[in-house]
């Protein structure tokens, strides 16, 4: 790093990617401080860097003992280890030493003591929120919100024949052909684990989901105006049961508040939808499969006088963002719910749904809503 991006950043001080230390002796110390980054979205230390800006006087001999402690802290003090890179700047005052540590793709990352550390601010805390440490699995790949176990959901709550019918229309076998107990085909679907459903199997399988798990439902509302109004609306409805049904049920709520507009056929005829049915089906069912099932709350569906909101919980995952999802990139929080409900509902290829729904109906925008932890879908009507 050359001088005048030192001074630059020195002179702002330090932030969530930015730590000064004026010297470095303890390995375990400098150990969380890069956990923190690489939990966190990665970031540099910069040593030689007191907190007032002024630099410390350190010297060759000094980046030898450095170096070393870096290599050992990244080693043996992170797990997994990591690999930072460093580079030395001169300066009137000394030298200073660049750590710097990426986003890992490991996370979470912790100590030896076991302990997740993570960005706050400037400083480091350790991570105590279990929604906060899941989502660090999650987005490894070494847990998933449909893969979580329900409390009390066994075999003898699946919906046999829905199950049965299932089964015969995707594999074109009946379940006793398969000459294995039912919890073990099951277990073998990923569905369900130790005799409990999942809640991917719970939502797709059991005959009253909503009994165990209530708030993965759809809230609906429809509104005369531009505003929520609770004195005054045209229709509300909280759409529970199967997922099959919720996609459905949701679906039918939104046609049936949409109004239809006669696109320039005789005034008696029927008319078409203002909004296809088909950018529904993707925009519904995008919302249910890849919602973040780690949120206890509900789908939201608003339909206002000029537009529709559709609020998932959850923002968008690893490194995705509203432009490369515009140009059909994905990422499947949800796998075992996926691939299952792909096979229920209308699927018409991963990934292009959107570029598709956008060549249909361009009036659509989307909010990746980081701070309250929601994705919105808003589609404007009335729009040429």
Do not use: C
């Amino acid at each position: 790093m050359d001088l005048e991006r030192l001074i630059a950043i020195v002179s702002a001080g330090e932030d969530s990617q930015h730590q000064f230390k004026s010297d470095i002796r303890n390995e375990t110390s400098l150990g969380q401080e890069m956990i923190a980054f690489s939990n966190s979205g990665g970031g540099m230390i910069l040593i030689g860097v007191r907190d007032d800006g002024r630099f410390s006087d350190l010297d060759r001999d000094d980046m030898g003992r450095l170096n070393q402690l870096v290599s050992n802290a990244a080693s043996q003090q992170v797990r997994p280890p990591i690999n930072p890179k460093t580079d030395i700047t001169p300066t009137q005052r000394g030298l200073v030493m660049r750590v710097s540590v990426f986003d890992g793709i490991g996370k979470p990352y912790m100590d030896r003591n076991g302990v997740i550390w993570v960005k706050s601010g400037a400083d480091k805390r350790r991570a105590t929120s279990r929604e906060e440490i899941q989502r660090m699995f999650q987005r490894s790949g070494l847990i998933h919100g449909d893969e979580v176990p329900v409390a009390g959901l066994t075999v003898a709550d699946l919906d046999r024949e829905y199950f049965a019918k299932f089964i015969e229309s995707n594999y074109g076998k009946s379940i006793s052909e398969y000459e294995v107990p039912l919890p073990k085909l099951l277990e073998s679907m990923s569905l369900m684990r130790d005799g409990l459903f999942n809640v991917a199997g719970a939502l797709l399988f059991t005959k009253t989901p909503e009994f165990r798990l209530p708030v993965y439902n759809v809230k609906a509302m429809a509104f005369p105006g531009r505003e929520i109004d609770v004195a005054a609306y045209d229709d509300s409805q909280d759409i529970n049961g199967k997922f099959e049904k919720i996609y459905r049920d949701t679906i039918a709520f939104l046609q049936r508040n949409v109004r239809r507009v006669q696109d320039r056929r005789s005034v008696n005829s029927e008319g078409v939808p203002q909004v296809p049915r088909v950018v529904f089906e993707e925009l519904v069912m995008n919302a249910l499969v890849h919602r973040d099932y780690f949120v206890p709350t509900s789908t939201i569906v608003v339909v206002f006088a000029d537009r529709i909101e559709i609020t998932s919980p959850g923002h968008l995952p690893n490194n995705l963002t509203i432009d490369n999802i515009k140009m059909g990139r994905s990422a499947i929080r949800n796998p075992v719910l996926a691939s299952h409900a792909f096979k229920i509902l209308p699927y018409r290829g991963l990934g292009t749904g959107i570029v598709r729904v956008l060549k249909l109906y361009p009036h659509i925008d989307f909010r990746d809503d980081v701070q309250r932890n929601r994705f919105v879908v808003t589609i404007w009507l009335d729009r040429t």
